[in-house]
């Protein structure tokens, strides 16, 4: 069993930066592969982010690539996203997922491979 809580949204202004905290308890945190999504008011949840189980393999969605970073520390069992030059197109609920098959080198892009949730961060980007 692992468990997630995030941490770390709030109010910003266009182009600030915030760091997202995902941390986790549980044994085979460090053994899943990472990930985090987000879901804007009346849409559905979108893939954001996502990072192996040892963190050496990452992946992002085109829109973030270049201003957000995902990373990890198994030692903190814990997983980061790094958001700089945010935009209010990036105002959402923030969501990390642990899943995908255990030490695999895969990252995971969509939701139905996450086997665990925490319940989300709101993130808002005034203009």
């Known amino acids: 069993q692992v468990r997630l809580v995030e941490s770390g949204g709030g109010l910003v202004q266009a182009g600030g930066s915030l760091r997202l905290s995902c941390a986790a308890s549980g044994r085979t945190f460090s053994s899943y592969g990472m990930g985090w999504f987000r879901q804007a008011p009346g849409k559905g949840r979108e893939f954001v982010a996502a990072?192996?189980?040892?963190?050496?393999?990452?992946f992002s969605v085109d829109s973030v690539k270049g201003r957000f970073t995902i990373s990890r520390d198994n030692t903190k069992n814990t997983v980061y996203l790094q958001m700089n030059n945010l935009k209010p197109e990036d105002t959402a609920v923030y969501y990390c997922?642990?899943?995908?098959?255990?030490?695999?080198?895969?990252?995971?892009?969509?939701?139905?491979?996450?086997?665990?949730w925490g319940q989300g961060t709101q993130v808002t980007v005034s203009s």
């Open positions: 997922g642990a899943g995908g098959t255990p030490y695999s080198g895969s990252y995971y892009y969509t939701a139905a491979e996450y086997r665990y």
């Open positions: 990072v192996s189980w040892n963190g050496g393999r990452t």
